[in-house]
């Protein structure tokens, strides 16, 4: 029997880029931290934003999210500009963003969790469809968030806004401090998700880990976008990748 979809796929054409990124500055405070960011992600594909620690990977995601005070440049998703627009508008619009620190509450039990966050579009995942993705998150429903492990945690936090109906999906650092075995699993998961449809932007440190599942990369170094290149491409660029990366 053939295993269910998730969800419908989006009207978008495959290949069309529903993300560019032109010229994109960024501060905290008086620390400016992106130098003129520059890339595009097309629907239906994984991206891979690489670099070192400090690069400025986590700022971009956090700036196509509305979550940086001061920004300028051009964030163009689905046409639209979206630079001056606030988080919960870039919400609306389909964008969900997955943080690093994964932000569970850890007062509320895995069922409160999931449901915490606001339906901003149609055709979000049901508990159903998230329990086929992550099955652990069933048998954990009435655990608290502190009574979870750390692949369970961010299991919860990419189903957690998968039930909100974005279909442009950014993880940040998703496989941080796993054991491989999640790895796999977080793996797993994003081919799936891809498969339905879905358009990832991932920031990760575990070039290994995204190697298995993304389309094409950019390099971040000091604030700008150095070097891209598609994963048919991987083997001719191991050798600059071991110098950006020292991997």
């Not at 905290?28 to 239906?44: C, K, M, P, Q, T």
């Not at 979206?82 to 997955?98: H, P, Q, Y």
Request: charged letters at 20%; glycine letters at 10%; a positive charge.
């Amino acid at each position: 029997m053939a295993e269910a979809k998730l969800a419908e796929r989006p009207a978008a054409t495959a290949g069309a880029e529903v993300l560019t990124v032109k010229d994109l500055q960024a501060w905290y405070g008086e620390s400016h931290i992106l130098h003129g960011i520059n890339f595009g992600v097309r629907a239906g594909e994984v991206v891979t934003l690489l670099g070192r620690n400090g690069a400025g990977k986590t700022t971009t995601l956090k700036s196509v999210m509305g979550i940086i005070g001061k920004r300028s440049g051009s964030i163009r998703f689905n046409n639209e500009e979206i630079i001056r627009a606030s988080s919960d508008r870039i919400a609306r619009k389909g964008i969900a963003f997955c943080p690093e620190e994964r932000g569970i509450f850890a007062s509320l039990d895995v069922r409160e969790n999931l449901m915490l966050p606001p339906t901003v579009r149609p055709g979000g995942l049901s508990l159903e469809q998230i329990f086929t993705l992550f099955p652990n998150l069933k048998e954990r429903l009435t655990s608290q968030g502190t009574k979870l492990s750390g692949g369970e945690q961010q299991m919860l936090a990419i189903a957690r806004i998968l039930r909100t109906g974005a279909r442009f999906l950014m993880l940040d650092e998703p496989t941080e401090g796993l054991a491989p075995v999640i790895i796999q699993q977080i793996g797993h998961t994003i081919a799936r998700l891809k498969s339905e449809g879905f358009t990832i932007l991932l920031v990760e440190q575990n070039f290994r880990f995204a190697s298995t599942v993304a389309d094409r990369y950019y390099i971040v170094e000091h604030g700008k976008v150095i070097d891209g290149f598609a994963n048919s491409e991987l083997s001719a660029n191991m050798d600059k990748l071991h110098t950006y990366l020292g991997v």
